[in-house]
């Protein structure tokens, strides 16, 4: 349908930013409601096909065989004995497999040189069966010769980089501290995390002559494609990626991983689909890794809690040759205010999987860090938590003097304390052998965007239909991009169609950093208004005398059913966003604030959250229900980051001894208490055409710290070193 004549393309033009309120014109009534995914009732009746869920007849699996060392050379293998057992297809071996997995933003993906070791558990062999029992059995049987490799196992010796484009400094931290009225001068560790979506690494490989078709489980489709294409040595036009259901990705499925190029080359060598899916162990021992943080926090204040200056160092650690580091310090410039400051990073050396972004890199274990450095200054200073934080917020971003496109800290701060009754909070309060305590924290993330495409469709029958290759990770795009094309057009959300998660189809800037409404809800937001004008033109009259609502156009004077409009055929635009259309050199980011309340066993030393709130403002609310969720979910992971959640590696030969989520301690339902999320009312204009700001990540960013700054207030003891387990609080 979109081959036919009435096609066009739009792009965004953005007049001045007190005219950029125009999703407040519509009238449909979408935006912002809690409106239900139209995804949700597939997803709980099982009928939305996962990555491992549409199988192709024929269909062989593929196990992988993994590095027992952390460092070596594979020398050779068993793989002829390994042939030749029932149900064998092949074992496959050597260059075919990514060193680690890619990183999402970037269009390569690399491959590891023949047989070289980095890791334990890093996969170097895939041995295809009829049957996955066969082909597990199979790998168990393969036997590695290797020569081993000195490998860096214990943090205590790797080594340390400075890279000199991480180190910033202003006016003089040093004499800041000496003249400050109180400091705080204290190292922070966090945890190594694991992403651990639920649905594992999956992918269906398929080739039909030269062109692959991957069913795969992945967050930004359009470098997918590009990785893949590059792993495999084809053309991307090639690679066809689909992947209309994500069952979490939390940033371990930014980039393709081992499954998708073992499985695509193992089809295209057997002539015959492949399907590859990693077990639990293996995405925690294979996947992304969060690093392990040391953060070294000073602060200064003068005698009214005024801030002077402000450090921050961190340290990380990350693969040999891997160029990502944990941005832990990315927020600290502008939450703040503080005008000697220095912030800086260093990056270990050392022979664990690959270190990546996980939910929220950066602001979710700098901001906690940094919240807790903040607690301790209300403390020595005796100044009110909210209040101190109140008096520290910068009029601009103090690092370099920007602008903010739109600043509610305040009123999140206020928001918060006035639901959670912080002034009412009870001091020294029991509850049995439970010793009752309040901790709050600011959160902040950066917000961002990136360029999308989609392409919407007005058909005949006055239906619409939304078509781009962005991804539902369980964020909700679905319902957004519903709600946004059907408040533009006026049409009800039954009679709107979305199509996700096809590389095929105009390509977004995917699912991650926040950035996945603002960005492909902006194009789709951009094709909609382009078919607005088209309507009010064809009505002769401009599109601001237009209404459009319930599938109809009305003027002062007329009045016509949408299918009037294509009775030549469905009208069809393509949308386009770009960063540069919105972006003014603006600071954007949204902010928030957690108020937690805690127990702490007086015997056991076990912390138990017994309420928690967060208030949040990231500009226009798309839809308050899976905002709200997204909120939850992040604060979830806060209680993780604070209470339970840890990568333990053995020091001695560098394997994951807590590998399984048994072991792996992602909060529970017993864990989380009843939360509570409010949005504060904001419109951020320099954002986006819908005002709207990333939320996705938020809700974890600095949400350990209320949890930490609680056990603190309840029991006395400061805990540096999360997650905080009780033998560090008895
Ligand atoms: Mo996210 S950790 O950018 O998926």
Known sequence: MTDGINISTAELTMNEPDDRNRLDVTVQGLIHTGMDRPDGPLKVSGRATYAHEDQPAGMMTGVLVRAPVAGGQITGLNAEAVRKLDGVRDVFHGKTFLRNPAQGTANEAPVQPDGKISYIGQPVALVVADTFEQARHAAHMIELQITPEDAVTDLDVAEIETPKDKQSSQGDLDAALSDAAYTVDETYRTSGHSSSAMEPHAAIAQWDGGKLTLRGSYQMLKYNVNELADALGVDAENVHILAPYVGGGFGSKLGISHEAVAAAHAARELGAPVAVVLSRQQVLEATMRRSETVQHIKLAADADGRMTGIGHDSTVSQLLDESFAEPVSQATPFLYRGENREIGMHIKRINRMCAGSVRAPGEAVGITA?????????????????????????????????????????????????????????????????????????????????????????????????????????????????????????????????????????????????????????????????????????????????????????????????????????????????????????????????????????????????????????????????????????????????????????????????????????????????????????????????????????????????????????????????????????
């Open 370 to 730: 940094l919240e807790i450095a903040m607690d301790e200054l209300a403390d020595v200073s005796g100044i009110d938590p909210v209040e101190l934080r109140k008096r520290n917020i910068p009029e601009v971003d103090p690092s370099d003097g920007r602008e903010f496109s739109s600043h509610k800290l305040a009123e999140a701060l206020d928001d918060g304390a006035k639901t959670f009754g912080w002034a009412d909070r009870e001091a020294g309060k029991t509850d049995g052998e439970w010793l009752i305590g309040y901790g709050m924290s600011s959160a902040t993330r950066v917000n961002m965007l990136g360029e999308s495409h989609a392409r919407v469709t007005l058909n005949e029958d006055g239906s619409l239909l939304v078509e781009t290759d962005m991804t539902d990770i369980g964020t909700g795009t679905y319902a957004i991009l519903t709600q946004i094309a059907g408040e533009m057009l006026g049409v009800p959300a039954d009679r709107v169609t979305v199509r996700l998660g096809d590389s095929s189809l105009p390509k977004a800037a995917g699912s991650g950093g926040s950035w996945g409404a603002a960005s492909s809800g902006g194009s789709v937001f951009v094709a909609c208004e382009a078919l607005r004008k088209k309507i009010a033109e064809t009505m002769g009259v401009e599109e601001r005398d237009l209404t459009l609502q319930d599938g109809v156009a009305t003027t002062n004077n007329r009045r016509a059913d949408l299918p009037e409009f294509t009775k030549n055929g469905p009208f069809t635009v393509e949308g386009t966003i770009n960063k540069g259309d919105t972006q003014t050199d603006r600071r954007q980011a949204t902010f928030g604030a957690f108020f937690a309340e805690v127990g702490v066993n007086s015997v056991t030393g076990e912390t138990r959250v017994r309420r928690m709130h967060g208030s949040f403002a990231a500009g226009r609310i798309l839809n308050a229900k899976t905002a709200r969720s997204q909120c939850l979910g992040g604060m979830t992971f806060g209680i993780g980051m604070a209470l339970t959640e840890e990568l333990m590696f053995d020091k001695r030969d560098g394997h994951l001894v807590n590998n399984d989520l048994a072991e792996y301690h992602v909060p529970v339902n017993l864990d989380v208490p009843q939360l509570t999320v409010n949005f504060v009312q904001e419109r951020d204009p320099w954002a986006n055409p819908m005002q709207a700001k990333g939320i996705g990540e938020l809700g974890i960013c600095g949400a350990g710290a209320s949890i930490i700054n609680a056990i603190y207030d309840a029991c006395g003891v400061r805990v540096r070193d999360l997650p905080a387990t009780m033998d560090k609080i008895l």
